[in-house]
């Protein structure tokens, strides 16, 4: 059988399948031993513990990565890097990707390649205080006021409706992956 029939030749990007929670010891061995250009998308977002919010960053596409190389060329030094499991195939064929859908992904993520995935807050809408002594409190957004990065909320306190503001990171965000359609 003939590889170069069965492989294209030239630099593709490619989707490449890291072992689990491995997809940023995959890019950076890709990059380094190998000198390949590597898209790893991450996303981050808050999530509350036992000390408070905490903000985490874990793999948009867990599990995967972009990677640009020729196949031809380089299918065996990218299937054994560190961290890799597998160069995913359909039918037996290795599918490159489209450049524009690698771009079209960059667009939305910042110079690192991170997107937070929190939606912003909307006047109307129930959330929560994460910080402070009224930790846990229900509370209503009634005013956004983005200058200063705060909120005007609602609260109920002893029976009786009160007004406060507060930062818009001590509030809880609702969150949205960064794929998802809105409407």
């Known amino acids: 059988?003939?590889?170069?029939?069965?492989?294209?030749?030239?630099?593709?990007?490619y989707c490449?399948?890291?072992?689990?929670?491995?997809?940023?010891?995959a890019a950076g061995g890709l990059e380094s031993l190998h000198n390949l250009e590597v898209f790893c998308p991450q996303i981050r977002f808050q999530r509350?513990?036992?000390?408070?919010?905490?903000?985490?960053?874990?793999a948009m596409f867990p599990g995967y990565l972009f990677v640009r190389f020729d196949l031809f060329n380089m299918k065996r030094a990218v299937s054994y890097a560190p961290g890799?499991?597998?160069?995913?195939?359909?039918?037996g064929k290795f599918i490159p990707i489209p450049e524009s859908i690698i771009e079209s992904l960059r667009n939305d993520l910042d110079a690192e390649s991170v997107v937070d995935a929190v939606a912003p807050l909307e006047v109307g809408e129930e959330t929560t205080i994460?910080?402070?002594?009224?930790?846990?409190?229900?509370?209503?957004?009634?005013?956004?006021?983005?200058?200063?990065?705060?909120?005007g909320v609602l609260m109920e306190m002893m029976g009786t409706l009160?007004?406060?503001d507060f930062p818009i990171s001590a509030l809880e965000h609702r969150v949205q992956h960064p794929m998802a359609v809105e409407e």
Not at 6 to 11: I, W
Not at 16 to 25: D, F, Q
Not at 84 to 91: G, Q
């Open 1 to 13: 059988m003939n590889l170069s029939k069965q492989f294209e030749s030239g630099e593709r990007w």
């Open 16 to 25: 490449v399948r890291s072992k689990p929670k491995k997809e940023r010891m």
């Open 48 to 58: 509350k513990t036992v000390r408070g919010p905490v903000w985490f960053q874990e």
């Open 84 to 91: 890799v499991l597998t160069l995913p195939a359909f039918n």
């Open 130 to 151: 994460l910080e402070g002594s009224m930790r846990g409190l229900k509370v209503k957004v009634i005013k956004m006021m983005s200058a200063q990065e705060r909120v």
């Open 162 to 164: 009160v007004e406060a």
